[in-house]
T-cell receptor
Framework: QKEVEQDPGPLSVPEGAIVSLNCTYSNSAFQYFMWYRQYSRKGPELLMYTYSSGNKEDGRFTAQVDKSSKYISLFIRDSQPSDSATYLCAMSPTSYGKLTFGQGTILTVHP | GAVVSQHPSRVICKSGTSVKIECRSLDFQATTMFWYRQFPKQSLMLMATSNEGSKATYEQGVEKDKFLINHASLTLSTLTVTSAHPEDSSFYIC??????????????FGPGTRLTVL
């Protein structure tokens, strides 16, 4: 069993839809949770960074962490075609430590 | 956010040659840099972790003599693929962290280097 599970999709939604992306994990030591967006042939770009449980909002993006269920989510409101990318969840026991990534979910937002 | 650059962005080389890839943190000091490789449609695979001024820590299964990592300063790390073979063709991505001068202590990624070995 992988430490971090993420549905690879692909996920296709119409423009304006609310997108929900999720990851589950098994290592209870994870304290820091991140979401990265990666466009084709580019490096990952940090979208959201959360410490421990709770919600965090930044513009159209909301990250949720439920440590009791070992479950994290990323919501994208009013999705745009420019949101089409691969979304990677990542987590770590420490702020500077190595990250454990999910497989990535391929998202396509069509006009 | 923090800026991490990589050079070159793309390199094509002949089998048996060595290739050096540079990773620079442009606006912050990175005490730790990470090197990943990524195959098409797959997630990132951590190769090694390097701390400034000390030897890199390699992940299991990664040949340290083949993938030489140097982290000589707080803003520069290099990955040298020695005696490259076609199976080394991949997308290599570095990341940097350390928090000095940054608001968020996490990893910031470079744009990646696509290596093709003929």
């Amino acid at each position: 069993q992988k430490e971090v599970e993420q549905d690879p999709g692909p996920l296709s939604v119409p423009e304006g839809a609310i997108v929900s992306l999720n990851c589950t994990y098994s290592n209870s030591a994870f304290q820091y949770f991140m979401w990265y967006r990666q466009y084709s042939r580019k490096g990952p770009e940090l979208l959201m960074y959360t410490y421990s449980s709770g919600n965090k909002e930044d513009g159209r993006f909301t990250a949720q962490v439920d440590k009791s269920s070992k479950y994290i989510s990323l919501f994208i409101r009013d999705s745009q075609p420019s949101d089409s990318a691969t979304y990677l969840c990542a987590m770590s026991p420490t702020s500077y430590g190595k990250l454990t990534f999910g497989q990535g979910t391929i998202l396509t937002v069509h006009p | 956010g923090a800026v991490v650059s990589q050079h070159p962005s793309r390199v094509i080389c002949k089998s048996g040659t060595s290739v050096k890839i540079e990773c620079r943190s442009l606006d912050f000091q990175a005490t730790t840099m990470f090197w990943y490789r990524q195959f098409p449609k797959q997630s990132l695979m951590l190769m090694a972790t390097s701390n400034e001024g000390s030897k890199a820590t390699y992940e299991q299964g990664v040949e340290k003599d083949k993938f030489l990592i140097n982290h000589a300063s707080l803003t520069l790390s290099t990955l040298t693929v020695t005696s490259a073979h076609p199976e080394d063709s991949s997308f290599y991505i570095c990341s940097a962290s350390g928090g000095r001068g940054r608001d968020t202590d996490t990893q910031y990624f470079g744009p990646g280097t696509r290596l093709t070995v003929l």
